[in-house]
Each structure stands twice: as structure tokens, then as C-alpha cells.
């Protein structure tokens, strides 16, 4: 429920939301100037800095900050309350407002350490790509919004050749490096719509929207060069099979596209290995 309307939140103009808190800060001045200054109300002061500061980031936060100490002070001064000193309320405005500095540096820091913990929870902790599970949310997103705007996708699924002889032979650690340069040999040719993922192991998949067959060809095989390209210039005794399936309207489930792409890839595999198989999926003859 609360991830629901934080998303809900996060999704809204940044417009509304400044007036929100704005309202916010209105809110709670009337409430606090209404009951007097024999209650407090400072501590509900932080709803619209926390909401602010949140949502809408620092600076933002920072003006309510200031806001909002402001409307504290201006409703001590309409209550009638009487201090022993004129200085004392200005004292006390300087110290809530220090108080919701605080809460605005807190909020965006464990802002910032939940997003960061977010992403790395979406990607390979090795190569940075996305990680198998992410890679399947997306996938589904991508092949569900093709099959409404009736476009093509293709579904590239890659594994190395003789991996585990480098790693038997020369360390984990040149594996690593290995792995570490296929992607970002991905990754230089990946448009900003296209996705790449390491699903584990040496096995890598990488979804292409709006590509055809001709297009997938010219990816793949482009990608295929680079990656042998690296290989050799490394002196690592490693190819590259590769299993490409594109995928016209309607489109299959995400784990009947990845399976289909990995069992062209494990063709690739019986037959010679170091190549790439492209082969379009027949939806009705799979159903038939």
C-alpha cells in the first residue's frame, strides 16, 4: 500500500506537488494558531518538510524549511504569548528551523541510499548489466507493448565458447575480466531503448524493440565481430554462439520468447559453435 502511493506520489507534476506542500504548511499553521499556544505544534511542522524535501529534493525542501519556520513565528506573535525577552522567539524560530534542515539532509540521503540500493539490486553486481530477474520484467513490459503497437522485437540469446577452459586454465579472474568485456562490447552498441542483461554464468540475452529481421541481422552480426574483435586482441581462446529469435505480433509469454531464443542458441552449440542462428517465430505453427 505505502510503495503503491510513493509511486503514486513520485509520478505526479512536480507543480501539484509543490502546492501540496505548500497547503501542508497552511494546514498546520491554522491548526497551531488555533489551539493556542499552550500546545505545540512544531513536531507536525515536519510533514510538509519531509513531504518536500522527499519528493521534491533538496532546495525545494529547504524553502519549506523556511516556510515553515516562518509560519511558526508568525503564529507565536498572533497567539499573544509573551516571552521574557522580544529575542526569544526569533531563538527558538532559528532552532526549528535547524531542526528541519536536519530532517531535509536525512530524508535526501536515505533518499539517495534506497535508490542506489534499488539499482543495484536490478543489475549484475560483475557487469553492471541488468541481472536475469530484471531482464524478465522487462522483457514482459517490452513484448506485451509490442503486441499492442503490433511492431517486431528480437530476442538475442549469447553464450561463450570454451569459457571454462579460461577459467580452469588462467583464473577466475581473467574470467572475470572476460565477462567484464562482453559487456561492455554490449553495451557500446545497445540504443537506449534496447536492453541488455547477463542472465548468470557466461550466458548474456539482449532484447531489441522494433527490429525486424534485417535489423537483428545487422545488430547481431555487427556485435558478433566486435565481440570476436575483443577476444583476439586479449589472446582469449573464446567465441560465440548466438540464438536470435524475432518475435512479430502476438507476441509470446517472456519465458516462451527467452526459451526460444536459448534453444537456437544451444543449436548453434550441436552444429559448430561460434555463430549466430536467426530464425522468426511462428506463433501459429508453435499452436498448431
Given at each position: 500500500?505505502?510503495?503503491?502511493?510513493?509511486?503514486?506520489?513520485?509520478?505526479?507534476?512536480?507543480?501539484?506537488?509543490?502546492?501540496?506542500s505548500?497547503?501542508?504548511?497552511a494546514?498546520?499553521?491554522?491548526?497551531?494558531?488555533?489551539?493556542?499556544?499552550?500546545?505545540?505544534?512544531?513536531?507536525?511542522?515536519?510533514?510538509?518538510?519531509?513531504?518536500?524535501?522527499?519528493?521534491?529534493?533538496?532546495?525545494?525542501?529547504?524553502?519549506?524549511?523556511?516556510?515553515?519556520?516562518?509560519?511558526w513565528?508568525?503564529?507565536?506573535?498572533?497567539?499573544?504569548?509573551?516571552?521574557?525577552?522580544?529575542?526569544?522567539?526569533?531563538?527558538?524560530?532559528?532552532?526549528?528551523?535547524?531542526?528541519?534542515?536536519?530532517?531535509?539532509?536525512?530524508?535526501?540521503?536515505?533518499?539517495?541510499?534506497?535508490?542506489?540500493?534499488?539499482s543495484?539490486?536490478?543489475?549484475?553486481?560483475?557487469?553492471?548489466?541488468?541481472?536475469?530477474?530484471?531482464f524478465?520484467?522487462?522483457?514482459s513490459?517490452?513484448?506485451?507493448?509490442?503486441?499492442?503497437?503490433?511492431?517486431?522485437?528480437?530476442?538475442?540469446?549469447?553464450?561463450?565458447?570454451?569459457?571454462?577452459?579460461?577459467?580452469?586454465?588462467?583464473?577466475?579472474?581473467?574470467?572475470?575480466?572476460?565477462?567484464?568485456?562482453?559487456?561492455t562490447?554490449?553495451?557500446?552498441?545497445?540504443?537506449?531503448?534496447?536492453?541488455?542483461?547477463?542472465?548468470?554464468?557466461?550466458?548474456?540475452?539482449?532484447?531489441?524493440?522494433?527490429?525486424?529481421?534485417?535489423?537483428?541481422?545487422?545488430f547481431?552480426?555487427?556485435?558478433?565481430?566486435?565481440?570476436?574483435?575483443?577476444?583476439?586482441?586479449?589472446?582469449?581462446?573464446?567465441?560465440?554462439?548466438?540464438?536470435?529469435?524475432?518475435?512479430?505480433?502476438?507476441?509470446?509469454?517472456?519465458?516462451?520468447?527467452?526459451?526460444?531464443?536459448?534453444?537456437?542458441?544451444?543449436?548453434?552449440?550441436?552444429?559448430?559453435?561460434?555463430?549466430?542462428?536467426?530464425?522468426?517465430?511462428?506463433?501459429?505453427?508453435?499452436?498448431?
Open positions: 500500500m505505502l510503495r503503491k502511493a510513493d509511486e503514486f506520489l513520485s509520478a505526479q507534476s512536480p507543480f501539484w506537488l509543490a502546492a501540496f505548500l497547503l501542508l504548511v494546514m498546520v499553521g491554522e491548526i497551531d494558531h488555533l489551539t493556542g499556544y499552550e500546545l505545540s505544534f512544531s513536531i507536525f511542522y515536519l510533514i510538509p518538510v519531509g513531504f518536500a524535501s522527499w519528493y521534491l529534493g533538496a532546495r525545494f525542501g529547504l524553502a519549506i524549511c523556511i516556510i515553515s519556520a516562518a509560519t513565528l508568525g503564529v507565536d506573535y498572533t497567539s499573544g504569548h509573551q516571552y521574557s525577552n522580544p529575542a526569544i522567539p526569533f531563538w527558538n524560530t532559528g532552532v526549528r528551523l535547524g531542526l528541519f534542515v536536519i530532517i531535509v539532509v536525512l530524508s535526501e540521503r536515505l533518499r539517495r541510499a534506497l535508490e542506489l540500493q534499488e543495484l539490486a536490478q543489475l549484475d553486481g560483475l557487469t553492471g548489466l541488468m541481472n536475469a530477474r530484471t524478465r520484467e522487462r522483457c513490459y517490452l513484448l506485451g507493448l509490442a503486441s499492442r503497437n503490433k511492431r517486431p522485437l528480437a530476442l538475442g540469446y549469447i553464450d561463450l565458447d570454451g569459457f571454462k577452459g579460461i577459467n580452469d586454465k588462467l583464473g577466475h579472474s581473467v574470467g572475470d575480466q572476460v565477462l567484464k568485456a562482453v559487456a562490447a554490449l553495451g557500446k552498441r545497445l540504443r537506449r531503448s534496447d536492453v541488455g542483461a547477463r542472465l548468470g554464468g557466461d550466458e548474456f540475452s539482449i532484447l531489441l524493440p522494433d527490429t525486424d529481421l534485417n535489423g537483428a541481422q545487422k547481431f552480426t555487427g556485435l558478433h565481430t566486435s565481440l570476436l574483435e575483443v577476444a583476439s586482441l586479449n589472446h582469449w581462446p573464446v567465441g560465440f554462439s548466438i540464438g536470435v529469435a524475432v518475435f512479430g505480433a502476438p507476441q509470446p509469454s517472456t519465458d516462451e520468447a527467452i526459451q526460444y531464443a536459448d534453444a537456437l542458441m544451444y543449436r548453434v552449440k550441436k552444429s559448430g559453435k561460434n555463430t549466430i542462428l536467426f530464425e522468426e517465430y511462428d506463433a501459429a505453427s508453435r499452436s498448431a
